[in-house]
């Protein structure tokens, strides 16, 4: 069953695109730096001027608000904003329990610090759980583990192949780690000059 599928969404720097996925599907998306991915996430999360169309279930994107949209299908950005000096405040009104926060590797004493005392890894894993914690329909993911250890990239991916899991969530995957995306994708497509080639399609 298609949960998120687009028609011809193109904008300067992004050839036509038309693209669908699957309840539970980890869409991977490789390609050199320059290439497009971000532009292509940029539009799929509507936060750019785009020709075509999206619709998530059934529901066009010009039929939603734009803050509507951007809370279902939601982007993680390679570098997260934070605008608040303690950590905690990110979170008001969707605290994370200590649980949440150990299948991370975090603390809640963590979240009473400052965000500039966090490490990069750090702020990372926080900036993964604040978007789960807005329960996305759509996860579109910029180099998500890019800054982390390996024991914290084991982590990023069971969190965020259970949340699929769990909740028939779909994610689409920007990374430039092969075996990664072999882990966790379910297909995989490649960017080139702006244009998105995908096997089969």
């Not at 028609?7 to 390609?31: F, H, M």
């Not at 299948?103 to 926080?126: H, I, K, N, Y």
């Not at 689409?172 to 702006?194: E, K, N, T």
């Amino acid at each position: 069953m298609s949960l998120f599928h687009t028609e011809s969404l193109s904008r300067s720097g992004l050839a036509p695109v038309t693209l669908s996925l699957a309840v539970g599907e980890c869409l991977g998306i490789s390609g050199p730096s320059g290439a497009g991915k971000s532009l292509l996430l940029r539009s799929l999360a509507d936060l750019d001027p785009h020709d075509g169309q999206m619709w998530l279930e059934e529901v066009g994107s010009i039929e939603m608000t734009p803050c509507q949209w951007r809370r279902q299908v939601m982007l993680l950005p390679a570098e997260s904003q934070w605008w608040f000096e303690i950590m905690a405040a990110h979170f008001t009104g969707m605290e994370p329990d200590a649980e949440q926060l150990a299948e991370l590797g975090l603390t809640e004493a963590m979240l009473a610090q400052p965000v500039a005392q966090l490490s990069t890894g750090e702020r990372q894993r926080f900036a993964v759980l604040r978007m789960l914690l807005h329960k996305p329909r759509v996860l579109l993911l910029d180099e998500p583990t890019a800054s982390l250890d390996p024991k914290s990239v084991e982590r990023v991916e069971k969190l965020l192949g259970d949340y699929c899991s769990d909740t028939h969530a779909a994610m689409v995957w920007v990374g430039h780690d092969p075996q990664q995306l072999q882990r966790m994708a379910s297909r995989q497509c490649v960017m080139h000059a702006g244009k998105l080639e995908c096997a089969n399609e």
